[in-house]
């Protein structure tokens, strides 16, 4: 129904599927797969080597952990990332999750391979009555919809 896999690629890098930590935990911990360097003032993209499969009407949200700007000083730009559940294998890149890195910091950042950087939630989703029928389909990757 819903869960990761590693991304195509990504097989002999040393990829860990996300846990929960508690069982009660609503997110998946998320981590880095290689070093990743977040200069300050930057954006980078940091891989992770999964994706992730669910429902058509659910949505993965990738938040930041907590712990991300308390100790690094490295947040997710956009607040929330959104993967859809048509990112999964798309012709692109398979459906890689990356987690977009800002350094709001004074000091490069290292972050290193391993670390939980980002916790994922499953959610389910409405969709509108009203609303037209969208035909559109997935043609890319990151960043890839309304091109």
């Known amino acids: 129904m819903r869960g990761f896999e590693v991304a195509r690629g990504y097989e002999n890098k040393g990829v ?5 930590g508690t069982k009660h935990s609503a997110g998946y911990d998320i981590r880095v797969i290689e070093d990743t360097l977040v200069k300050a003032g930057e954006i980078v993209l940091a891989k992770t080597g999964l994706k992730a499969y669910m429902q058509e009407d659910e ?5 930041p952990r907590s712990s991300l700007p308390k100790n ?9 990332g959104i ?7 798309n012709p692109d890149n398979d459906g890689a999750i990356f987690v977009s890195l800002y350094n709001f910091g004074t000091e490069d950042v ?10 994922g939630i499953f959610h ?24």
């Open 16 to 20: 860990l599927l996300p846990k929960r």
């Open 59 to 63: 949505v993965l949200k990738i938040y």
């Open 72 to 80: 690094y000083h490295v947040t997710i730009p956009n607040n929330v």
């Open 83 to 89: 993967i859809d559940s048509d990112y999964y294998e």
């Open 110 to 119: 290292k972050i290193v391979k391993g670390e939980r950087i980002a916790q």
């Open 124 to 147: 389910k989703f409405l969709i509108s009555p009203n609303e037209e029928t969208v035909i559109n389909t997935r043609k890319g990757g990151f960043g890839s919809t309304g091109k």
